[in-house]
């Protein structure tokens, strides 16, 4: 059966021209700036690939830091943020939301160990300020909770440039289909899994920095979103058995 427009399980990029021929361009650090106004996959693993989002705690972290990061200015860091009074807290809170942002929020997924998100660029080095901080948060709260030091991620992240509405469509997909191609959860399940953006996508649920209004226009509605997710399931689940039989 001959499956159009595939996307590379391997680096999560847009369709190949020669079959199994990776041509795009994966940049491992940001050395040159991503462009205000586009739109970046970007990823990233952590060190010896051991889990740094085992339980539900970790990654209820990991996306309070994405909300609170993606503002300009932050006073605190969220660790100072997250001990104030309750009182205290609101009030610099709605300070914050009055901020512009570095960033729009437009996919995230978290699996055991890595992390996919795809964003939108609103000022100059704005996705390399967010990971900048997102990143060396998460690490100090991943270090001090199991007790250890040094690096949690890889590499400071990858990124690779969304360039056309096909395109995003084929990553988003990759990206929400993540749980299920590594079997933390059946197709059946996939919408209830906590840690992806899919739920906000079918309307199981809201969150108020995540940007849907993108991706959601390139489909005349939920439904044919959601055909279009689940149509290569069981294609990209042989796909990441078959890089982990052969490259591994």
Not at 63 to 68: D, G
């Amino acid at each position: 059966m001959s499956v159009p427009h595939q996307v590379c399980a391997v680096c999560a990029g847009y369709r190949h021209t020669t079959p199994g021929v990776c041509n795009i361009r994966v940049m491992p650090y940001r050395f040159e700036p991503c462009v205000t106004g586009e739109i970046y996959h970007i990823f990233n693993r952590s060190v010896g690939k051991n889990p740094i989002f085992s339980d539900s705690a970790y990654c209820h972290r990991f996306l309070e830091l994405l909300s609170y990061y993606r503002f300009e200015r932050p006073s605190h860091k969220f660790s100072v943020y997250n001990r104030l009074p309750f009182a205290a807290k609101q009030e610099y809170l709605v300070r914050l939301q009055s901020q512009p942002t570095l960033i729009d929020i437009l996919i995230y997924c978290l699996m055991p160990n890595h992390f996919h998100l795809i964003v939108r660029q609103k000022r100059d080095n704005g996705i390399r300020e967010f990971a900048t901080r997102l990143q060396n948060g998460y690490a100090k709260y991943f270090n001090v909770k199991t007790n250890r030091y040094g690096a949690v991620f890889q590499a400071m992240f990858k990124s690779v440039r969304i360039e056309t509405d096909e395109q995003i469509q084929h990553v988003a997909r990759y990206i929400h289909l993540n749980p299920h191609t590594a079997t933390l959860t059946s197709l059946s399940e996939l919408e209830s899994y906590p840690w992806s953006s899919l739920q906000e996508y079918t309307g199981k649920r809201k969150t108020d920095w995540l940007e849907t209004a993108t991706l959601s226009a390139l489909y005349k509605t939920t439904e044919a979103l959601k055909k279009f997710t689940y149509d290569q399931a069981d294609y990209q689940r042989l796909l990441f058995i078959e890089s982990h039989l052969y490259h591994e």
